[in-house]
């Protein structure tokens, strides 16, 4: 690394709403590389920037080198692994393949990740979990929806490796360095089962949730069943927790959503399913949080017969 962390080389793969929005930012400060899965998109992305419309109104255009395979990654590159959790399995190969002392850094919602990852061979890994919203308008073009942090917690390995992620001057992209990861992914999950399952049945962007009172009534109902199956778990999380999440990414096209829109396979196993199953461990029954499952799973069963 160099100048204390900056102009460090960063590779971020998947370039969809937030590889786009991470990327975006980290390039004001870094070499950033955004591998691509479509040759076009990489095209796209090199013919007009990448575009970033910002929360206050305003437009920067960063350059960023976009190509549609995976690069040759220096052992001091930071790989930021911004895929989808079901897209995870087929860059682990890659990811295989790189030095060992490769800092990888993973963003994806949910729990089932987490123990898949550890098994891969790098010395240095870290999770994060985005607070924030961010929506892919077109190929070069990503939203930022929502302030909010990008949490991180290092699980293995060498914490300096990380630390281009602790220097920005950008206050609309703040990291805060968390020491659970396990914890931070279940917290997240717990969030996004609150949001995601109920606006991607209902349609409807983060904020409608708790400005409408039937759903409302549905996220204190799940506060409640959730609270009274993780009471240790969760000491430390409110319902205000959700409410401002909701708030702070009130104009936000959730994940699940924009799968749900796109006809692609949503993240509810590795978010609600993964939370079922800890319930299920401790022989706790989550029927709302179940249902919402459920729902979400004949919407996407509905959907593939209809094909
Ligand atoms: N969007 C949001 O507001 C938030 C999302 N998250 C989480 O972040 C993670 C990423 O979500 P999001 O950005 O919304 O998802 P997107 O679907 O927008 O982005 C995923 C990207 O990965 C690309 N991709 C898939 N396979 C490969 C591959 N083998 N090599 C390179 N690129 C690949 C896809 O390419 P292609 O387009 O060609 O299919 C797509 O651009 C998820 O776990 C989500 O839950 C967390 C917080 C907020
Ligand atoms: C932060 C939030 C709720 C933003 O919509 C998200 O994690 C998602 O959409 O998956």
């Given at each position: 690394?160099?100048?204390?962390?900056?102009?460090?080389?960063?590779?971020?793969?998947?370039?969809g709403s937030v590889g786009m929005l991470v990327a975006s930012f980290l390039s004001q400060e870094n070499n950033v590389t955004l591998v691509t899965r479509r040759s076009e998109q990489a095209e796209e992305l090199n013919r007009n920037g990448l575009i970033r419309k910002n929360i206050d109104d305003?437009?920067?255009?960063?350059?960023?080198?976009?190509?549609?395979?995976?690069?040759?990654?220096?052992?001091?590159?930071?790989?930021?692994?911004?895929?989808?959790?079901?897209?995870?399995q087929s860059i682990y190969p890659l990811l295989t393949s790189l030095p060992e002392d490769t800092p990888?850094?993973?963003?994806?919602?949910?729990?089932?990740?987490?123990?898949?990852?550890?098994?891969l061979p790098q010395k240095n890994i870290?999770?994060?979990s985005c607070q924030f919203g961010a929506q892919k308008e077109n190929d070069h073009t990503v939203i930022h929806r929502g302030f909010g942090v990008l949490k991180i917690a290092i699980e293995r390995g060498d914490k300096d490796l990380f630390k281009l992620l602790r220097q920005n001057n950008e206050p609309y992209f703040q990291f805060e360095y968390v020491s659970n990861a396990e914890q931070m992914l279940f917290d997240k999950a717990l969030l996004n089962c609150f949001i995601n399952p109920l606006t991607a049945l209902l349609k409807v962007k983060n904020g409608y949730l708790i400005g409408h009172k039937p759903t409302f009534q549905i996220l204190e109902q799940l506060f409640f069943e959730l609270k009274n199956a993780f009471p240790d778990e969760m000491s430390h999380f409110n319902f205000d927790d959700v409410i401002s999440l909701c708030k702070k990414t009130a104009t936000n096209t959730s994940?699940?959503?924009?799968?749900?829109?796109?006809?692609?396979?949503?993240?509810?196993?590795?978010?609600?399913?993964?939370?079922?199953?800890?319930?299920?461990?401790?022989?706790?029954?989550?029927p709302t949080l179940t249902t919402l499952y459920y729902l979400i799973k004949a919407a996407e069963e509905k959907r593939v017969e209809k094909m």
């Open positions: 690394m160099e100048n204390g962390g900056y102009n460090v080389e960063v590779v971020v793969i998947g370039a305003t437009i920067s255009q960063s350059s960023v080198l976009a190509i549609p395979e995976f690069p040759p990654v220096h052992t001091s590159s930071l790989v930021v692994v911004a895929v989808k959790y079901g897209q995870l990888l850094l993973f963003l994806q919602n949910g729990l089932a990740h987490f123990e898949e990852v550890l098994t870290a999770f994060g994940s699940m959503l924009t799968d749900f829109i796109n006809e692609r396979p949503s993240e509810i196993e590795t978010i609600a399913g993964a939370i079922l199953k800890k319930a299920d461990k401790k022989s706790i029954n989550l």
